[in-house]
């Protein structure tokens, strides 16, 4: 049976071919560790290191590539700015729609005296930016908000609150897991201080990578001290961008896939594969429009939404539906909370969460159409087995 890939939100696939040819490459011919030695293999690995940095600043429009810090994923460049600003009686404001990558530091902060605040989304998951600012009173040192929905795909508008942070002083994080490769993103435009992203989904690179814009490094403290290959005669970590919170060896092979990865992107324009991924919802919605049966959740009518659609089919659990929609067939989806139960208590499909579907780049219209007959046969009254 052929295999139809329908979670990208969880990691994106497939990845243009050039992503496994530039690991490859780092990894053969490449070798050397990057920004620790002088020699030739060591400074193509720095070289490599630096251009994907350079492609990210260009696709983000970060002025200077040095403030564009790698991590391993989105967690962790959020758990980075999140730890490294806030302290025992600060005030951060979030929103009900993100991800626990998020929630869970929040909480755990909360507990050592951080003072948090959840705006709750209005109806179908979406994050108003009017309600989310009315919450941040003088004296909040944090605005931490999705730009988009892991759940419904709802995006958030930025610009309205990164200018009211500015207004306020509030520094202000965008958990950009979602949209970063998906919509374009100018941080100058966002108004944002800090941009938490992944390079395995909407970037096309491999898993182990992601990042962090970081405005203003005197603010942030690392989450992580150790060599940097810098200052090595100094006991004290650089306070320099990258290095300040760049310690231990980077994932060279991955930062190399991500690159290419990247330039995918920037040569195909990050809008057309908005338009791409917009056009696929709009077939997706046309389709299960019109049958009984499917629920699906999010912003009607779905006006600014990546390529995310959760539903859930009447009759079937949505472990039940999951399992049915890959053995008989061949989508892969994702079910349950998705890691964002409160977002999911938003829309009111907590404790059981909902059937998602998420598309990329390479996703056909055919792919589209199969899925759509696929719930169409299920929610049949004999649940298709004719
Ligand atoms: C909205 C959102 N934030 C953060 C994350 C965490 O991303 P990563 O898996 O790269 O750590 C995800 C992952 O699905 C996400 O959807």
Not at 27 to 56: F, I
Not at 212 to 239: F, N
Request: a neutral charge; charged letters at 20%.
């Amino acid at each position: 049976m052929k295999l139809r890939y329908f979670d990208n939100a969880a990691t994106s696939w497939p990845k243009p071919s050039a992503v496994a040819d530039a690991v490859h490459r780092c990894l053969v011919r490449g070798g050397g560790n990057a920004g620790r030695s002088g020699h030739a293999k060591a400074v193509e690995a720095a070289r490599t290191v630096l251009g994907t940095r350079e492609l990210l600043a260009e696709l983000f429009r970060i002025a200077d590539p040095a403030h564009m810090v790698f991590t391993k994923n989105a967690t962790e460049a959020l758990n980075l700015a999140l730890y490294g600003l806030l302290r025992p009686g600060d005030r951060v404001v979030t929103s009900s729609m993100e991800h626990n990558s998020v929630m869970r530091p929040l909480r755990h902060l909360s507990n050592r005296g951080v003072r948090l605040e959840v705006v709750p989304a209005a109806p179908g998951g979406v994050i108003e930016p009017g309600a989310f600012c009315a919450a941040l009173a003088s004296g909040t040192r944090l605005a931490v908000v999705t730009h988009a929905s892991n759940v419904t795909g709802a995006v958030t508008d930025i610009a309205p609150i990164g200018e009211h942070c500015r207004r306020l002083g509030v520094l202000l994080l965008v958990d950009a897991a979602q949209t970063a490769g998906s919509l374009p993103i100018d941080v100058e435009v966002l108004g944002v201080d800090f941009l938490a992203f992944s390079g395995h989904k909407g970037l096309l690179g491999p898993q182990g990578t992601g990042g962090l814009y970081v405005r203003d490094e005197r603010v942030l403290e690392p989450l992580m001290r150790g060599g940097t290959g810098s200052r090595s005669d100094r006991e004290e970590q650089p306070e320099f961008l990258p290095d300040r919170y760049e310690s231990g060896t980077l994932n060279s092979p991955g930062i190399a896939g991500l690159g290419a990865g990247v330039q995918y992107l920037l040569r195909r324009g990050v809008e057309s594969v908005q338009a791409h991924e917009r056009h696929l919802l709009e077939l997706f919605l046309e389709g299960v429009a019109g049958v009984p049966g499917v629920t699906p959740y999010g912003p009607a009518p779905a006006a600014t939404c990546t390529g995310v659609l959760s539903l859930n089919l009447a009759g079937l659990s949505c472990s039940e539906a999951g399992s049915a929609l890959e053995d008989r067939f061949g989508l892969l989806t994702r079910v349950g909370l998705h890691c964002a139960p409160l977002a999911h208590r938003s829309l009111g499909t907590f404790p059981e969460g909902t059937v998602r579907f998420s598309w990329g780049p390479f996703t056909r219209e055919r792919d589209v159409r199969a899925a759509v007959r696929a719930l169409r046969e299920l929610c049949a009254p004999d649940g298709g087995r004719r």
